[in-house]
Every structure is written in C-alpha cells, then in structure tokens.
C-alpha cells in the first residue's frame, strides 16, 4: 500500500521556468509534510517541510503548497535553474512514525 | 559535527556472502533508519530503531538483520547476501522533525 503518491516521474524544464511536483496521501494522521532533495551520489538533504496548519510555506525560490480537504501537497521551484536538477522526494509523517516517501522526481532544468 | 557516517562507501560481495554496514551519528538522535533505494521504487525502509536496544521491521525487511546497542551506532547486516540486494543503502537518524540522511553505501552483489 503506498501512502503518499508523487507524480511526475520525471520532468524537463528549461532555465527561468517553473517546475511543479505533485504529492498526495492517503493518511488523516500525518501532521508533518517534507521535501528532500538528492543529487546523484549524495543521500536526500531536507529541502524544506510544512505542517497542515498553514496551506503555503515559501523559502526562497523553493514553496510548498498544501490542501487539507484534498490531502495534497505540491512543491514548486520558481525561476528554474540547472543547478535545481535533482531528484526531489515528498514525504509524510505523523506524529513520531516514521517518515513515508513518494517515489521521487527526477528534475531536468535546461540552460 | 560529522552528522550521519556510512562506511563502507561502495561494497562487491558474491552470492552468499555476508557483511556489515555500519552507520554511526553524533547528534544524538534516538530515532535511527536504514533504506534502501532502487531504479523507480524511491526510499523503501528496511529497518528502524527508536532507541538502544528498540527495533522493528519496516516495508523490506527480509535478508537484513539490525541491532542497536548504543544510541550512536545502528549496523545493518546481511547475512547470506543475493543479486536482489544490489542497491544503494542509506543510513538516517531524526529528530523531533528533521530526518538526516548519510551518503549512502553502493552494494553490488554478484
């Protein structure tokens, strides 16, 4: 049973363009809401997360958005640029379980 | 402050063979995990640990065994290693949110 789904699998955007991944879940327990990133050889590093209490948090270039009622979180990378290329990870929790992860994106910016 | 450490970083084994990876982290966390991470399947969670001397399955589980006997160390095992095993595996410790992940260890096992 996979709890959080993300979608695409893989996207291709040309530099200064918005790229946007897509995460849903299944879970009304799940109170906190993480982005991971990981480039090629390296382990996933925090990217920034969400708690449903707000339905957008913003760092940076880099914003969440969440919605509650339809237990959905996207993550949106404005002004896209090759050094974003990454394969990003959504995730879920509740309380002190442990995290669920979506499959992942792969993102290709183009110069 | 080294964080999260996984050693080794890449490992060949035959079909059979068996080996420990070894995590260690100095942050003091007690919730330590270990995944793994294939082609299209994303992060799939062999084992996990909520303190020295706790541990429990997770979604994969089979072929691998776990201990934790100090807060900073939590090894995985392999004890008869299979071609089905190849992965990259990851080591991760978490605090109240923040789950930090070591640099991975590539298993090939021929």
């Known amino acids: 049973q996979q709890q959080v789904k993300q979608s695409p699998q893989s996207l291709i955007v040309q530099k200064g363009g918005i790229s946007i991944i897509n995460c849903a879940y299944e879970?009304?327990?799940?109170?906190?809401f993480p982005w991971y990133q990981q480039f090629p050889g390296k382990g996933p590093a925090l990217l920034i997360a969400?708690?449903?209490?707000?339905s957008e948090k913003k760092e940076g270039r880099f914003t969440i958005s969440f919605n509650k009622s339809a237990k959905q979180f996207s993550l949106h990378i404005m002004d896209s640029q090759p050094g974003d290329s990454a394969t990003y990870f959504c995730?879920?929790?509740?309380?002190?379980?442990?995290?669920?992860f979506g499959k992942g994106t792969k993102l290709t910016v183009n110069p | 402050n080294a964080g999260v450490t996984q050693t080794p970083k890449f490992q060949v084994l035959k079909t059979g063979q068996s080996m420990t990876l070894q995590c260690a982290q100095d942050?003091?966390?007690?919730?330590m995990s270990w995944y793994r991470q294939d082609p299209g399947m994303g992060l799939r969670l062999i084992h996990y640990?909520?303190?020295?001397?706790?541990?429990d399955q997770g979604e994969v589980p089979n072929g691998y065994n776990v201990s934790r006997s100090t807060t900073e160390d939590f090894p995985l095992r392999l004890l008869s290693a299979a071609p089905s095993q190849t992965s990259v595996y990851f080591c991760?410790?978490?605090?109240?949110?923040?789950?930090?992940f070591g640099p991975g260890t590539r298993l090939t096992v021929l």
């Open positions: 942050m003091n966390h007690e919730y």
């Open positions: 991760a410790s978490r605090d109240r949110n923040e789950q930090f």
């Open positions: 640990s909520v303190g020295a001397g706790i541990t």
């Open positions: 969400i708690r449903p209490d707000v």
């Open positions: 879970n009304t327990a799940f109170d906190y």
């Open positions: 995730a879920a929790s509740g309380g002190s379980e442990k995290l669920v």
